[in-house]
């Protein structure tokens, strides 16, 4: 069975900093594209970061320097690293797998809350 499984997220104030993780198990990980979105409330689901099986990072507009989005294979767990946080920063939070580049499955987790307070 495979699962992801978010954690880190809670509440903090502007400016401040938090690190989410995603473990997954039921998976061959390090073969993944692994991706974190956030869906903000009456907006839709946007990607944030995503790191290629490769060790390539790519990041959404509005978080370039201000997150980094690492993985580790050995713990099968992918990171992201966010500073400077801001009142839009606030959304539920998903770890993806993406394994459609090699004909496998896409998968999600069940996400974890970040709110930023002012």
Request: hydrophobic share 30%.
């Amino acid at each position: 069975q495979v699962q992801l499984v978010e954690s880190g997220g809670g509440l903090v104030q502007v400016g401040g900093s938090l690190r989410l993780s995603c473990r997954a198990s039921g998976i061959a990980f390090s073969i993944y594209e692994m991706g974190w979105y956030r869906q903000a409330p009456g907006k839709q689901r946007e990607l944030v970061a995503s790191v290629s099986r490769g060790g390539s990072t790519s990041y959404e507009g509005s978080v370039k320097g201000r997150c980094t989005i690492s993985r580790d294979n050995a713990k099968k767990t992918v990171y992201l690293q966010m500073n400077s946080l801001k009142p839009e920063d606030t959304a539920v939070y998903y770890c993806n797998a993406n394994g459609r580049p090699l004909g496998l499955s896409n998968y999600w987790g069940k996400g974890t809350l970040v709110t930023v307070s002012s």
